[in-house]
């Protein structure tokens, strides 16, 4: 059984800093890409980041410049270290990982993490 585990959220003042983690666990031979998503009250599902597993990366245009997106293959971790958070950024952060080579599944699969509030206010 694989599960995604987010942890690094929480409440910060606009200007802040976070850097969220998310752990694979189970019989993960591979991950092809590693992503955040986040889903804020009111607004559709977004994607912030990608990385796939050789590192090329992605960002939405809203967090450009300011979140950085970086994964460890030997742990199935990825992270997203956001800077100069604004309260728009606040949301519900969703970990994601697609084309997972599981020992024992003919098939890769996706999996979702259960997220992590993040929350920018003063």
């Known amino acids: 059984q694989v599960q995604l585990v987010e942890s690094g959220g929480g409440l910060v003042q606009p200007g802040g800093s976070l850097r969220l983690s998310c752990a694979a666990s189970g019989s993960i031979l591979r991950i092809d890409t590693m992503a955040w998503y986040r889903q804020a009250p009111g607004k559709q599902h977004e994607l912030v980041a990608i990385i796939t597993y050789e590192g090329t990366t992605h960002y939405a245009d809203s967090v450009k410049g300011r979140f950085t997106i970086s994964r460890d293959n030997a742990k199935n971790t990825v992270y997203l270290q956001m800077n100069s958070l604004k309260p728009d950024d606040t949301a519900v952060y969703i970990c994601?990982?697609?084309?997972?080579?599981?020992?024992?599944?003919?098939?890769?699969?996706?999996?979702w993490g259960q997220g992590t509030q993040v929350t920018v206010s003063s």
């Open positions: 994601n990982a697609d084309g997972a080579t599981v020992a024992g599944l003919l098939r890769k699969s996706t999996y």
